[in-house]
C-alpha cells in the first residue's frame, strides 16, 4: 500500500473511533470555558472528517478552530472508546501546513530561529539587555509593537544574563567512581530562563555518580510539530538524536516535561526508528536510581509544598509518583497533594501565547486549587507550566514560589 492511502486508511481509522457519546465534554478544560462544540475532542473529530472528505476546506478559520486544543490527553484518558484526539489534531494541523502553510512568524522562527543557536544566542542576548537597561518598559510605553506582539511580548520571562550551556563544561565528572554516562538534554527554557535549575540537575546527577554529558544541541522541535511543522521537527529531531549518539551517552536525561515526552513518544515516529539510548525525566532517574540517605539533615525548605503535574509529564511519559517520592523523602518537608493535581493549568507551550486570556482562565481553576492547599511553593516538572503558575500566582499576589523539584534537593 502507497504511504497516501496508508494514511487515509489511518485517517478514517482514528475518526471512526469516535461514536460521539460526549464524554470529553465532561474532562476537555478548553470546552469547560467555551462551551461550544468546535472546541471539544468530539467536534475536532468531525471537523477533521469534514476535511477528509471535502466537506470543509482548510481555511484560516479552520486553522483557528483546530488551534483550541491543548494537547492535554484529558479526552483520550477519559474515552471509553480511546480515541486518540491528540493525533487527530496533529495531523489535521500538519494536513494545513501542506495546503497553506506556516503562518510567517511560525515559519521563521522554525526554519531559521530553532536549527540555529547561534541566533537564538544572539536573540536571547537581545531581550536579556532590553529587559535589564529599561528598553522594555520604553518600548511598552511608546506602542511600538502592534497588538498581537505587545500581548506576546507581556509574556516573555526574565531571561538569564548567559545561557545554561556557556556557564557548564562539555563533561562533567562525579567527584568519585563513574557509575552511569548520562546525557543532559537542557532543553531551551532551562537554557536561557532556569539556568540554576539546569546547574541544579548537572550537579544533583554528579552527586549520583554520573558522568554528565552536554553536546552542542537544539529544541526538542515539539513547538514545530505542535504547529504541524513535522518537517523541521524532524529535523531537529534527527539533529539531537546524532548529537548525543555520537557521545556515547547510555541514558538521556531531561528536566522539562514537554522535552522528555518529545524525545520518548515523537521522536520514534518522526524518525520512523527507536532510540540508541534511554529517555527518562531526572524525577524518574533519580526515583528509580536512589537518592543518598539525607535521614538526620534539616530540613531544607520548612514551609509547605504542593506539586502540579505536567500532563506531558503524567499522561504522556507514566512519569506521577516518582517527584513525590522525592518531594516527601525530604527531611522534615510537609508536603501537600491538592486536588486535581494533574489537570492541565492552561500553559501548554505556545497555546498561552496564542490564546492568552482563555489560558488564564483555565488556569484559574489550577491557582485555587493550590491557594486550598496553603502551600507556599509550587513544584512542577514543566518551564512552561512554572512559568504559567507563577504568572497567575503573582497576579493573585500570593506569595507562592513555583520551583522545578530538583531545585529543592540539596
Request: hydrophobic share 40%; proline share 6%; with cysteine.
Amino acid at each position: 500500500m502507497c504511504p497516501e492511502n496508508y494514511n487515509k486508511v489511518l485517517d478514517n481509522d482514528l475518526v471512526a473511533q469516535c461514536s460521539r457519546c460526549g464524554k470529553c465534554r465532561s474532562v476537555c478544560p478548553v470546552f469547560a470555558e467555551l462551551r461550544a462544540e468546535p472546541y471539544v475532542a468530539r467536534g475536532k473529530v468531525q471537523l477533521y472528517k469534514a476535511l477528509l472528505n471535502g466537506t470543509l476546506e482548510a481555511t484560516e478559520k479552520y486553522r483557528e478552530l483546530i488551534s483550541f486544543c491543548l494537547l492535554c490527553g484529558r479526552c483520550t484518558e477519559n474515552c471509553p472508546n480511546g480515541v486518540e484526539t491528540e493525533k487527530i489534531v496533529l495531523r489535521a494541523r500538519s494536513k494545513l501546513v501542506d495546503s497553506r502553510g506556516l503562518p510567517f512568524i511560525k515559519r521563521n522562527v522554525f526554519q531559521h530561529m530553532l536549527k540555529n543557536n547561534g541566533r537564538l544566542n544572539l536573540a536571547a542576548g537581545m531581550l536579556y539587555l532590553c529587559q535589564h537597561l529599561g528598553l522594555r518598559s520604553l518600548v511598552r510605553k511608546t506602542g511600538l509593537l502592534p497588538g498581537p506582539l505587545k500581548n506576546m511580548e507581556q509574556l516573555l520571562p526574565a531571561l538569564a544574563a548567559r545561557p545554561l550551556r556557556s556557564q557548564l563544561p562539555a563533561v562533567i565528572n562525579p567527584p568519585g567512581q563513574v557509575k552511569i554516562k548520562v546525557g543532559y538534554f537542557t532543553g531551551c527554557l532551562s537554557q536561557y530562563v532556569f539556568t540554576e535549575t539546569g546547574k541544579n540537575v548537572a550537579r544533583i546527577l554528579t552527586r549520583m555518580g554520573a558522568q554528565v554529558v552536554i553536546p552542542e544541541q537544539y529544541c526538542c522541535g515539539m513547538p514545530a510539530f505542535t504547529a504541524g511543522d513535522r518537517m523541521n521537527a524532524a529535523a531537529l529531531a534527527r539533529m539531537n538524536v546524532a548529537a548525543f549518539q555520537d557521545t556515547g551517552v547510555e541514558m538521556v536525561i531531561t528536566d522539562c516535561a514537554t522535552c522528555g515526552s518529545t524525545w520518548r513518544n515523537k521522536y520514534p515516529e518522526l524518525l520512523g526508528e527507536e532510540l540508541p539510548f534511554r529517555v527518562m525525566d531526572i524525577c524518574q532517574f533519580l526515583a528509580q536510581w536512589g537518592l543518598p540517605d539525607t535521614s538526620g539533615l534539616p530540613c531544607q525548605v520548612p514551609v509547605p509544598v504542593t506539586y502540579h503535574d505536567p500532563c506531558h509529564l503524567a499522561r504522556h511519559m507514566q512519569v506521577r509518583e516518582e517527584p513525590r517520592a522525592l518531594l516527601r523523602g525530604i527531611p522534615g518537608m510537609e508536603f501537600i497533594e491538592m486536588r486535581e493535581a494533574d489537570h492541565c493549568c492552561g500553559a501548554s507551550g505556545s497555546f498561552q501565547l496564542e490564546h492568552q486570556d482563555l489560558a488564564a482562565r483555565i488556569g484559574e481553576r489550577k491557582i485555587n486549587n493550590i491557594l486550598a492547599t496553603g502551600a507556599r511553593v509550587v513544584a512542577t516538572g514543566c518551564p512552561s507550566c512554572r512559568l504559567h503558575l507563577a504568572r497567575l500566582l503573582q497576579g493573585r499576589d500570593a506569595g507562592i514560589t513555583v520551583v522545578h523539584p530538583v531545585d529543592l534537593l540539596r
